[in-house]
């Protein structure tokens, strides 16, 4: 029997982790989704993929991805194909384009929200502690 790893059998999505004692300054390419739970400054790029920024992760930077889904800290310019989401404690502090969001009940956002992508329904609404411009807005929580 051989005890050699079998490559290219596993179906799982590739994530990368930026561990929470990192502290990354520069440009960030990703051809995969990213979880960062340490510290980044500059610009993030993964058009096709979904970052995390955990609840321990603090990022200064301009960010385009597929999905964005704020649990801690992010201060800059966010373009996201699909959805943002702004978790319960997290704060945003900057610009949002996007196709939509989510801003649960306690999530802090400050800044301009341009939700060009998604068709308007007619409905807009602001609820929480969101403050900026908005079209289209989508508030989660009680």
Request: glycine share 18%.
């Amino acid at each position: 029997m051989s005890a050699a790893p079998s490559f290219g059998t596993e179906q799982a999505a590739s994530r990368a982790v930026i561990g929470q004692g990192v502290v990354v300054k520069g440009q960030i390419q990703s051809r995969e989704d990213l979880t960062i739970e340490g510290e980044v400054e500059g610009t993030i790029e993964m058009s096709g993929h979904r970052l995390t920024v955990d609840g321990r992760g603090n990022v200064r930077a301009g960010v385009k991805a597929r999905i964005v889904e704020v649990q801690g800290s992010i201060e800059g310019q966010v373009e996201a194909v699909d959805k943002v989401y702004i978790r319960k404690g997290a704060k945003f502090v900057g610009d949002i384009h996007s196709g939509g969001i989510i801003i649960e009940d306690g999530g802090y956002v400050k800044g301009k929200i341009d939700l060009s992508h998604q068709p308007t329904s007619g409905k807009s609404g602001v609820n929480g502690s969101a403050a900026g411009h908005y079209h289209g807005l989508q508030v989660a929580g009680s």
